[in-house]
């Protein structure tokens, strides 16, 4: 009969490790951090490359549920307008003296309900993520808005201040440790479960993963749920860091956040991605602020390089692709 | 008056190479004017590759492709088209969101003196060419709301739609059934007494045998033989083609039927079926068969949740079943096949062992938490027994060969040890000796107790592999035969609805 039997793999994964996207921004992150050291006498400090982590580690919680949700083909553009109202909801909760157990349940809860909120328009309605999010994006902001004014809400509890101003030891925040716990969590459940495969099979093919038995619908709710969720805990950190909620607290973060997550290598278009990936992106982002921050870069220009980081980044994987295929 | 002697098209020792596999080394083809080559092969031989190189899809690594003897290069296919070639793909290639007249006009509609499109006229056209081919579509239909066997025929009309010398059709007759074939052959002998020369690439070699002039036979990207056909015999093209001899005996099998284990009763939809109902014993292969539009698949896939009907229960192992959606078919333990393999069959940009244990990631698994080995263990045992040809198990299926596609979808279901399996023309795409392969796996499953329903537009796998036929015309059940009544006449006059003629 038939002998012959087909291997299975013809490439050892290491190989494949090596000649991916996620080495090649490692490489990106070592030569920029290299530069950083170069470029100003005060980046290699153990407290100030401290300090450099806050400018990622919030943002990054969220952009790991994001990945998972932009590989299923689907977006979040109102996770920073969730983080308002999370925020806009445990300052008001704190006014009339809530504790701080209650107020991270509160904030967790709200980032929750927003994203079921989203997950409901579509998959239950059907309509196109981009287009919900846009609305929720204006919505959850608006609220507030409504609520806040031109007001802040101060008056936090002293010990809510540990979640973004904590640190577990030495120069090791508890934020830092949170984004690092959310990683291996978020790389374990995509890359190792059988949830995470089902996510990279309707983010390539939607009806055939359906006609697969997949019920794609729950699918995606639960990624918008924890998209929500992790928008929830990233308020409790900010609102902490802060100090302080204003109704435009994380503006703009949405952008930040899809730019990591296509920089680490996500396709925009759904299918592809890994969780190393953007963790590495995450640092790159973080060291790139931070570089120009030292060199007294004023902030138009930052937000300048992050739009070409954008730009540059939707073009580059493409680009990438196209080489690596000869 | 004969066609003149000079190719038309030909190539000339061309290779084509993508990473790991050598799917074109040095072969050469001659098209004349008015004639009919016919290619034959393997799953995997090249054949595709090959319209793929003269349609400017792929560009070739070595060799020559000349038209009118004078060297050309087809860098896009918008170049093929404009040199006179025009290609039936075997996976075609169609707007879903367009009509029926605008897919086969996309990028050739005929323009009014304004310079824009001429609707009346690009209606016109298209109705003519669909009439031509026997087939009963509005121009103006959407494309999405057909089935598969309408889109390919839509996808026929688009090739045809071009001016055309050299006409390539790339199995141009799977998943058609007896009639909508009869048409396309009349076609054929159309275009051949206009003086086009004609590439045609099939499985079944009645059809070859019926329609070709010329054959060449690929095996392993090779050309291992070419000729006229009329020198030639069947048992002698299989054997270039695989290399030995291939039984085209179906399988014997003992016939113990079981319980019954599915009870369908009174399915109807608005538009595409109505008043189905039949019932499936464990170890039983249960035949489908009937013209395109009959409503089978639309059946199947009602069957499967995938679309809703308006009324109808299902019973399996006697016990009511509610189906809502694919998800709960397959945890009743049926699960479908589908005819589409590119949309709703496979992932194409996963690799194959994933492919495989899609459905079936629950087995392979540990809580949860991904096996791999188990699924490389699970996709080899059932790639192998489908005689899969791939470099590796890792590879993303859309690499395949069409055919080789179809043995890892049909594998994906088989891995789920369902207790009923829709296959929703199961051979479609596959060469001879895999086809053999299908269903002798498919016959000894069924005597461990596997239920299989066979939509099946080829009548000798209906006979040769059916226990029972429901031959369904215009969305009803119009005749069911048990094994001893089953035979070709029978089953083409039921299907057409001139029972009483022939009776
Ligand atoms: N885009 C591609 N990338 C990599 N390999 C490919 C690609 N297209 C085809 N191949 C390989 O080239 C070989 C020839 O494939 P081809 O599609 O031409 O076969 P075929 O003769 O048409 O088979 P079938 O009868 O199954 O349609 C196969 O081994 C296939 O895996
Ligand atoms: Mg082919």
Redesign the interface.
């Known amino acids: 009969m ?1 002998t012959r ?7 050892s994964p290491l190989e494949r490790k090596l000649k991916s996207w996620e080495s090649l921004l490692l490489l990106v992150a070592i030569g920029i951090f290299v530069a950083n050291s170069f470029a100003s006498p005060y980046f290699l400090n153990a407290w100030n490359l401290s300090d450099a982590t806050f400018n990622f580690t919030e943002k990054a919680m969220i952009a790991f549920a994001m990945a998972l949700l932009i590989i299923s083909g689907e977006i979040d553009l109102s996770v920073a307008s969730i983080i308002a109202l999370a925020s806009t909801a445990m300052g008001a909760a704190a006014q009339v003296g809530i504790g701080t157990e209650g107020l991270v349940l509160i904030g967790l809860a709200t980032g929750l309900v927003c994203g079921a909120f989203n997950g409901v328009l579509v998959t239950a309605l059907g309509l196109p993520s981009i287009v919900v999010t846009i609305g929720t994006m204006s919505l959850f902001r608006g609220i507030s808005f409504i609520i806040l004014g031109d007001q802040a809400y101060r008056g936090y509890p002293s010990d809510f201040a540990f979640f973004g101003q904590g640190y577990v030891w030495w120069v090791i925040s508890f934020e830092f440790v949170l984004f690092a716990i959310i990683a291996v969590i978020y790389g374990v459940f995509l890359h ?7 996510v ?2 309707i983010g ?2 939607p ?9 794609v619908g729950r699918v995606k709710f639960i990624l918008f749920l924890l998209t929500g969720l992790m928008s929830g805990i990233a308020a409790i950190c900010l609102t902490s860091r802060l100090g302080s909620t204003r109704p435009s607290i994380a503006t703009g973060w949405e952008l930040e956040i899809v730019t990591m997550v296509v920089l680490g290598g996500v396709n925009i278009l759904g ?2 991605g890994s969780i190393p990936g953007v963790v590495i992106a995450a640092f790159v982002m973080g060291l790139v602020t931070f570089g120009l921050g030292l060199l007294n870069v004023p902030g138009i220009v930052m937000s300048i390089v992050i739009g070409g980081l954008l730009i540059s980044v939707i073009a580059l994987p493409r680009l990438w692709t196209m080489w690596s295929a000869r | 008056m004969s066609p003149s002697d000079a190719p038309i098209l030909s190539l000339e020792k061309v290779t084509k190479t993508f990473p790991g596999v050598r799917a074109l080394s040095e072969v050469s083809i001659d098209l004349y004017p008015g004639k009919v080559t016919a290619l034959v092969g393997e799953n995997g031989a090249g054949k595709s590759t090959v319209v793929k190189t003269l349609t400017g899809i792929y560009q070739p690594d070595g060799g020559e492709i000349r038209v009118d003897g004078v060297p050309v290069h087809f860098p896009t296919p918008q170049s093929a088209e404009n040199a006179g070639v025009t290609a039936i793909h075997q996976e075609t290639v169609l707007f879903d969101e367009l009509s029926v007249a605008e897919n086969i006009f996309l990028g050739h509609a005929p323009k009014g003196r304004s310079g824009l499109i001429d609707t009346h006229a690009m209606h016109q056209g298209a109705k003519e060419i669909l009439d031509g081919l026997g087939a009963k579509i509005d121009p103006r239909a959407i494309l999405k709301d057909l089935g598969t066997a309408n889109k390919h025929l839509v996808a026929i009309s688009r090739a045809l739609s071009v001016d055309a010398r050299v006409v390539i059709m790339d199995e141009p007759t799977a998943a058609l059934s007896h009639a909508e074939i009869e048409e396309l052959y009349e076609l054929v002998d159309g275009l051949k007494a206009q003086g086009k020369a004609i590439l045609f690439i099939s499985h079944k070699f009645d059809e070859i045998f019926r329609i070709a002039d010329n054959y060449t036979v690929f095996r392993d990207g090779q050309m291992v033989g070419d000729g006229a056909i009329a020198d030639v015999t069947e048992a002698e093209l299989v054997k270039m083609m695989v290399g030995r001899d291939v039984s085209q005996i179906f399988p014997e099998r003992d016939r113990n039927l079981g319980a019954e284990v599915l009870n369908v009763t009174g399915y109807d939809h608005p538009t595409e079926f109505a008043d189905i109902g039949f019932t499936l014993k464990r170890g039983e292969i249960l035949g489908f068969y009937g013209l395109v539009g009959a409503g089978r698949s639309e059946f199947m896939q009602a069957l499967f949740g995938t679309t809703k009907p308006s009324a109808g229960s299902v019973r399996v192992d006697g016990a009511e079943a509610t189906i809502r959606s694919p998800a709960d078919a397959v945890s009743h333990g049926i699960v479908y096949v589908p005819e589409d393999r590119g949309k709703q069959g496979a992932i194409v940009d996963l690799p194959i062992f994933q492919n495989v244990t899609l459905p079936s990631l629950k087995q392979t698994s540990r809580k949860g938490f991904l096996k791999m080995a188990e699924e490389f263990k699970l996709a080899r045992e059932y790639t192998e027994r489908l005689d899969l040809r791939a470099a590796s198990l890792d590879t993303h299926v859309g690499s395949l060969s069409g055919g080789n596609q179809q043995k890892v979808v049909i594998a994906k279901w088989l891995a789920t040890e369902p207790k009923v399996i829709i296959l929703d023309e199961p051979t479609k795409g596959i060469d001879i000796g895999s086809k053999a392969a299908v269903h002798e796996f498919m016959a000894e499953l069924a005597a461990q107790g596997l239920a299989v329903i066979m939509v099946s537009s080829e009548i000798p796998e209906i006979v040769g592999m059916s226990d029972r036929v429901i031959i369904m015309r215009e969305g009803r059940i119009a005749a069911e035969l048990s094994r001893e009544d089953i035979c070709p006449e029978v089953l083409v006059s039921h299907a057409a609805g001139i029972t009483e003629a022939t009776a």
């Open positions: 038939n039997s087909i291997p299975d793999r013809l490439q190792m479960t059988n949830f995470g495969r089902t990279y099979a390539n093919n009806t055939g993963a359906l006609f697969s038995g997949i019920r299918g592809s």
